[in-house]
T-cell receptor, first 118, second 115 residues
Framework: AQKITQTQPGMFVQEKEAVTLDCTYD???????LFWYKQPSSGEMIFLIY??????QNATEGRYSLNFQKARKSANLVISASQLGDSAMYFC???????????????FGAGTRLAVHP | DGGITQSPKYLFRKEGQNVTLSCEQNLNHDAMYWYRQDPGQGLRLIYYSQIVNDFQKGDIAEGYSVSREKKESFPLTVTSAQKNPTAFYLC??????????????FGDGTRLSIL
């Protein structure tokens, strides 16, 4: 069964507008963490933001925020005031605590390609 | 600056040939990982290593081999048994015993193609 689902293969947004990238996950663990990474065309994976399953508030990092709805098992990334440099692939990933003990296994979704238009 | 260096950036393999992808880190991290990325797909784990001289298979280890002789280095060999090696390969690392909120640090990747 797919553990991380990103239903939007591609998204378009106008510069300076906000955009939401969807991510739903499946786990039976009570303790888990959710990560978002950005992958520009050059290929490197850039860590953006983290949300823990026990965090009471939605995570925020600058223009990035997470809309975390635990009951719905969703962790959508919101990018505010989009910039041309935000054009990239975006990946949602999950780490389940049952795999802890030094082994930081991440399960990745298929990604969403975001294009920011001027 | 600390980071992960992957080389080469581009690599071409002939039929029946083994090739080795290099991954070096100066972050003093204990755990290292190799991922494969195919177009339109997320990353899939090939191998991981938590300490020197120890490594474990990930989800798609067939046709690949690794070694971990030094803490800083985790080379990946794509063997001739890997029939579809064309992909983007990413190396990552984390401190050992990292907490659940510890993100993995990634290199810039190696793009492997078949001649």
């Amino acid at each position: 069964a797919q553990k991380i689902t990103q239903t939007q293969p591609g998204m378009f947004v106008q510069e300076k507008e906000a955009v939401t990238l969807d991510c739903t996950y499946d786990t039976s663990d009570q303790s888990y963490g959710l990560f978002w990474y950005k992958q520009p065309s050059s290929g490197e994976m850039i860590f953006l933001i983290y949300q823990g399953s026990y965090d009471e508030q939605n995570a925020t990092e600058g223009r990035y925020s997470l809309n975390f709805q635990k009951a719905r098992k969703s962790a959508n990334l919101v990018i505010s005031a989009s910039q041309l440099g935000d054009s990239a692939m975006y990946f949602c990933a999950m780490r389940e605590d049952s795999f802890s003990g030094g082994y930081n296994k991440l399960i990745f979704g298929a990604g969403t390609r975001l294009a920011v238009h001027p | 600056d600390g980071g992960i260096t992957q080389s080469p950036k581009y690599l071409f393999r002939k039929e029946g040939q083994n090739v080795t992808l290099s991954c070096e880190q100066n972050l003093n991290h204990d755990a290292m990982y190799w991922y494969r990325q195919d177009p339109g797909q997320g990353l899939r784990l090939i191998y991981y290593s938590q300490i020197v001289n120890d490594f474990q298979k990930g989800d798609i280890a067939e046709g690949y081999s690794v070694s971990r002789e030094k803490k800083e280095s985790f080379p990946l060999t794509v063997t001739s048994a890997q029939k579809n090696p064309t992909a983007f390969y990413l190396c990552a690392s984390t401190p050992l015993g990292s907490t659940i909120n510890q993100p993995q640090h990634f290199g810039d990747g190696t793009r492997l193609s078949i001649l």
